[in-house]
């Protein structure tokens, strides 16, 4: 199985602040075929289910404010958002679809500092 | 608009059994492949199972950690579908979630396997 580690698991912020959270897989996410990279990004705030903000690396979800943005390829990525606003405090998973079975990571609590 | 809404669980004792489903509208259900996706009390995401349409001839997958134990079917004339869970242990307890991928997952129904 392909392992998805995620850092930080948790992070303090101001609004404002642009964050940065990390996904590493143990393998690599890129289709050789199409050259797409098969990492989605979600995030989920208490009682509700997980909500799709980037798929494919750094395709934004319709509706999603660009303020979330999604990047690298291979075995690296991130989820930047900028400016955070007190609606996007919340947990964060990373998950590859390029095999099966389907992995996520452990998640990264954003927090109000 | 795409609905997916799943019932049937609730606290059950380990070994025992429980059957969810997931009641679908607002898509082709007969096209599509399901999956059930549970997250654990310390929220970790793990897939379980997943199904494909019939042009796939409903194919199945299982998580290592619920194969053998748990079933995964679909009723596409009923746009559902179910996890049969038996021998039920423990680290089970979890919230289900049914999905048809991407943005769309229904709200989760609990699991707590408990004696």
């Known amino acids: 199985d392909i392992v998805m580690t995620q850092s930080p698991s948790s992070l303090a912020v101001s609004a404002g602040e642009t964050v940065t959270i990390n996904c590493k897989s143990s393998?690599?996410?890129?289709?050789?075929?199409?050259?797409?990279?098969?990492l989605a990004w979600y995030q989920q705030k208490p009682g509700q289910s997980p909500k799709l903000l980037i798929y494919?690396?750094?395709t934004r979800e319709s509706g999603v404010p660009d303020r979330f943005i999604g990047s690298g390829s291979g075995t690296d990525f991130t989820l930047t958002i900028s400016s955070v606003q007190a609606e996007d405090l919340a947990d964060y998973y990373c998950?590859?679809?390029?095999?099966?079975?389907?992995?996520f990571g452990a998640g990264t609590k954003l927090e109000l500092k | 608009e795409v609905q997916l809404v799943e019932t049937g669980g609730g606290l059950v004792q380990p070994g025992k059994s429980l059957k969810l489903t997931c009641a679908t509208s607002?898509?082709?259900?007969?096209?599509?492949?399901m999956d059930w996706v549970r997250q654990s009390p310390e929220k970790q995401l793990e897939w379980v199972a997943q199904?494909?349409?019939?042009?796939?001839?409903?194919?199945?997958y299982y998580a290592e950690s619920v194969k053998g134990r748990f079933t995964i079917s679909r009723d596409d004339s009923k746009s559902s579908v179910y996890l049969q869970m038996n021998s039920l242990k423990e680290e089970d307890t979890a919230i289900y979630y049914c999905?048809?991928?991407?943005?769309?997952w229904g709200q989760g129904v609990m699991v707590t396997v408990s004696s």
């Open positions: 494919l690396a750094s």
């Open positions: 999905t048809l991928g991407g943005p769309y």
């Open positions: 199904i494909k349409d019939k042009s796939n001839n409903y194919a199945t």
């Open positions: 393998q690599s996410l890129l289709s050789s075929g199409n050259q797409k990279n098969y």
């Open positions: 998950q590859q679809h390029y095999s099966y079975p389907p992995t």
């Open positions: 607002g898509f082709t259900f007969s096209n599509a492949w």
